[in-house]
């Protein structure tokens, strides 16, 4: 394959034990994540989701993402090529204590969901006086 040129990548089913029910194919977004030294960005792609179907939840240390698409806004498309499957969105990750949970911020745009977990300030070193 030249530099040129697209390899496609398939997309992978979720695989779960849980009793969720969907309407459609569930798969695991392609996530990217990047870490400073005040915070870790997750960018997750959830291609044709609107940012009002997107559920992002913290409960004991897992952040859990769920994204839905309408199977509805594509009914009536008739693609000539198509390189993925139209279905929901599902990605869990473990968040250690070095997050400051409260500030958590996450945003859409052109079918990428950005997750800022700002990271708790370090404590500072304390002078200790000798009496």
Do not use: W
Not at 73 to 99: A, C, T
């Amino acid at each position: 394959m030249t530099a040129n040129e697209l390899e496609v990548k398939d997309k992978k089913e979720l695989e779960t034990t849980s009793e969720k029910t969907y309407s459609c194919k569930v798969y695991v977004p392609d996530t990217d994540i990047y870490e400073n030294d005040k915070e870790i960005i997750l960018e997750v792609d959830i291609p044709g989701v609107n940012k009002n179907d997107v559920k992002i939840q913290l409960e004991n240390s897992v952040l859990s993402i769920e994204a839905k698409m309408r199977p509805q806004d594509y009914d009536k498309l008739n693609p000539l090529y198509s390189e993925y499957n139209i279905g929901h969105f599902y990605r869990e990750f473990r968040i250690g204590e070095m997050v400051e949970r409260d500030k958590i911020d996450a945003s859409v745009n052109n079918g990428v969901l950005k997750l800022t977990l700002p990271k708790i300030e370090k404590l500072k070193p304390k002078q200790i006086a000798v009496r």
